[in-house]
């Protein structure tokens, strides 16, 4: 079943609250959201790559048998 990409799979031990949290942890929270976007985006990437060679391969070993 696909996941939608909205969809956060990450559980935060911690859940943000507005009057709780320090700038420091606001800047940091936001790092870790960026950062966790650009990783989501590489594997994506990588997948695709995988995927795209394996495609290539199956429809080369296919059209040699035919």
């Given at each position: ?36 976007e ?5 594997v ?17 070993s296919?059209?040699?048998r035919?």
């Open positions: 079943m696909p996941v939608d990409k909205k969809q956060h799979t990450t559980l935060t031990s911690n859940p943000p609250t507005a009057e709780s949290s320090t700038p420091q942890e606001v800047v940091q929270q936001a790092f870790h959201q960026h950062l966790r650009h990783i989501r985006g590489a994506q990437v990588v997948m695709e790559a995988i995927m795209r060679e394996e495609l290539t391969q199956s429809s080369s296919t059209m040699g035919v």
